[in-house]
């Protein structure tokens, strides 16, 4: 058979082999949406009748094999019965292929995740393309569901559990070689290579991928149902079952059900119909376009950088120095003296460690940041990023001896996380060339830079700060300049209220305790003494004028007294081996006043922005929040929750709060625009 069925294309080779080729009309991107779906049943319909010497799954697009499902149709199931219909008529489907009396190879090219990793594995053998731009893996639990058409059954078939479950409980993608490591797939190939080894597994069948002994060992029923304990107390550590049930899911799926192929087909579907219906995955979906959104902002290709020259080797300014050296940019790190860059270089140091897998990468990252105490890649830098303490006079004084020496294109950007660009440019001959690229601590961890526009921002200057941070990975928010911009402006009113509350006479822990239970990553507390209580101090003072916050005294007192957090060693908590250490027996109060008291202060703030249009829309600003501050993704933004939480309901508790407790309770203007 040769042809074409609507986002299928087949050709059968004078070898006898049948290349199905998926190439989805309209779009860059292929998904296994009902349609892509009903079309390869009908081709296999037809394949059964004249059954081909071998099937080659691959795919028509230049950027990757299957991205997943089409997520847009998990939205339009309206009942568990729904979800189950259209996750059988999948599991079916891949069955048919697993069942195919002639041997079938999936031929992996670029990015490869979940439902198109899960077509893989219903193939007898996998070959991937041996390429920075492969990734393979099974992210469904980042959306709040698992694996359900029979991949959670195959990758525990085939894999070590311990690193079959990995895959899964964390969604991550594996490159090539990782994924060839593991028995994900069979051989890792560089490009020139790719079509004679699938032509080699095609023809000559050899010995599939089988559980590995220690694999088959785990999988036994008392080691097995031990071994998920123990992984349901290390997820519980990041992601409670309240907010996050599907990894719980897919270990319960795992541990009751292994060993009996049929039965647990059947619980994946019934696993997957169950969670799907939660508000916690809509809004995870949700979080998903959030994040789509900000990666198709700009042009990467419009500007593509090579040098980065980073003035400031304190923690913020040496991350990110050492980020964009990951990233592959040359980097050259300023400071005053050596001693200021040692640290630097060694933080460094371990990132490269803990991110490169090989000694060659680690080696080749080392070199590409080079210290430069007299500032003498200015003149030979694409981007220029000023990352100094947050003080007018000193940014001032850097910008009038660099901006002559800059190249005339070059990006000429401060990474101040409080200071309007305004005030920053009065010393510029070309104000216009100043763009805030605002990064966030842990410059390796948090996903968002926030890029800042004062009203002198040019618009070419916008367009290539966008593009270096996709450059670096990292995703661009637009914001306007003001004091804070959005995320620390609506973070520090939370903050200041943790501090209230703990000058009240209510303990760390309690107030901890009740933001992470809302689903916070890490209470505002522990954040404080993460993030540096001086720089928390310099933030709030840079706010108060502004905003009418009111900086508690107590905070003043921890920084004169060289309590910092977590860099000291003593802050709110005491620090040992970097672990905070944390009273088990405190007297928590009452958690629903605290937690309230903590939101409250947190969504004003956001319908406060959303008034002064800080940003875009609200979606952005949902957007901002949650990859800025890791605000529960499972509630899709402080706009999104308080849509469904009701916002008369939230606004009548204020005004209660505001009689209660003060004037900050006062709604804000800017929640009349959540009714728009």
Not at 64 to 77: K, M, Y
Not at 166 to 186: E, H, P, S
Request: net charge positive.
């Amino acid at each position: 058979m040769n042809g074409n069925t609507g986002d299928w294309q087949s050709h059968r080779d004078d070898d006898g082999i049948l290349w199905l080729i998926l190439d989805q009309q309209n779009t860059g991107t292929n998904v296994l949406s009902i349609s892509v779906l009903e079309q390869l049943d009908s081709l296999l319909d037809e394949i059964s009748q004249d059954l081909p010497r071998a099937i080659v799954f691959r795919s028509g697009k230049s950027r990757g094999f299957i991205a997943g499902a089409d997520v847009n149709e998990f939205l339009q199931v309206k009942t568990t019965q729904e979800a189950l219909i259209m996750i059988k008529r999948g599991q079916k489907l891949f069955s048919r292929i697993a069942a195919l009396k002639c041997p079938t190879v999936a031929m992996i090219e670029g990015f490869c995740m979940g439902g198109g990793t899960e077509l893989a594995l219903a193939c007898d053998y996998r070959v991937a393309l041996d390429d920075a731009a492969t990734r393979i893996g099974l992210p469904e639990v980042k959306l709040g569901i698992h694996p359900a058409y029979g991949g959670l059954v195959r990758a525990t078939t085939l894999i070590n559990p311990l690193k079959s479950m990995d895959l899964m409980l964390t969604g991550r993608g594996l490159t090539a070689r990782a994924a060839c490591a593991i028995g994900l797939v069979d051989s890792a190939q560089p490009q020139r290579q790719m079509e004679r080894a699938v032509r080699q597994f095609a023809l000559t069948e050899p010995r599939r991928q089988r559980m590995p002994f220690v694999g088959k060992l785990l999988s036994l029923p008392g080691i097995r149902h031990a071994l998920a304990e123990y992984m349901k107390k290390q997820v519980a550590r990041k992601a409670p079952r309240q907010h996050y049930p599907a990894p719980y899911a897919i270990l319960d799926v795992w541990a009751t059900h292994y060993g009996n192929h049929k039965r647990m087909m059947e619980e994946e579907a019934n696993s997957v119909a169950r969670l799907i219906q939660g508000d916690k995955v809509r809004n995870l979906i949700r979080v998903f376009f959030l994040q789509t959104r900000l990666k198709g902002l700009g042009d990467k290709q419009s500007f593509i950088p090579r040098h980065v020259h980073v003035i400031g080797a304190g923690t913020m300014g040496g991350d990110i120095a050492a980020w964009c050296a990951l990233r592959g940019l040359t980097v050259t790190l300023q400071d005053r003296e050596a001693k200021y860059l040692s640290n630097a270089f060694k933080r460094a140091h371990q990132l490269f460690g803990k991110r490169l897998k090989t000694t060659r990468e680690r080696n080749a990252a080392i070199d590409r940041l080079i210290p430069d105490i007299d500032g003498d890649g200015v003149s030979r830098a694409d981007v220029i990023i000023e990352a100094i303490y947050e003080n007018v006079e000193a940014k001032h004084a850097i910008y009038r001896d660099i901006e002559a020496r800059m190249k005339p294109d070059a990006v000429l950007a401060t990474n101040t996380s409080s200071i309007p660009l305004e005030t920053l440019t009065t010393v510029l001959k070309q104000p216009e060339r100043l763009v805030g690229i605002h990064f966030f601590n842990p410059v390796a961890m948090m996903p968002l830079v926030e890029i800042v526009a004062a009203k002198s921002t040019s618009e070419k200057a916008l367009q290539q700060a966008t593009a270096f941070t996709q450059h670096i990975g990292k995703l661009p928010l637009p914001v306007k300049s003001s004091p804070g911009f959005l995320v620390n402006r609506i973070l520090m009113p939370y903050l200041v209220e943790a501090f209230t509350l703990y000058e009240e006479g209510v303990a760390p822990e309690a107030i901890d305790k009740a933001a992470t239970d809302f689903g916070m990553p890490m209470g505002p507390v522990e954040l404080a003494d993460t993030v540096g209580l001086d720089i928390c101090l310099s933030v709030a003072q840079n706010l108060a004028e502004a905003y009418g916050i009111k900086v508690p005294p107590g905070l003043n007192q921890f920084v004169e007294a060289k309590r910092l957090g977590k860099k000291s060693g003593r802050g709110f908590y005491q620090y040992k081996n970097g672990k905070a250490l944390k009273d088990k027996d405190v007297d928590l109060g009452d958690q629903k006043l605290i937690q309230n008291r903590l939101v409250f202060r947190f969504l004003n703030e956001a319908a406060a922005c959303l008034q002064e249009e800080i940003v875009a829309d609200r979606d952005l600003l949902d957007a901002g929040i949650i990859f800025g501050t890791g605000f529960a993704p499972f509630r899709g933004g402080p706009m999104n929750y308080s849509l469904n939480q009701g916002v008369e309901s939230i606004l009548a508790s204020m005004s209660d709060y505001q009689g209660r407790f003060g004037e900050r309770f006062k709604p804000a203007a800017g929640w009349s625009l959540l009714g728009e």
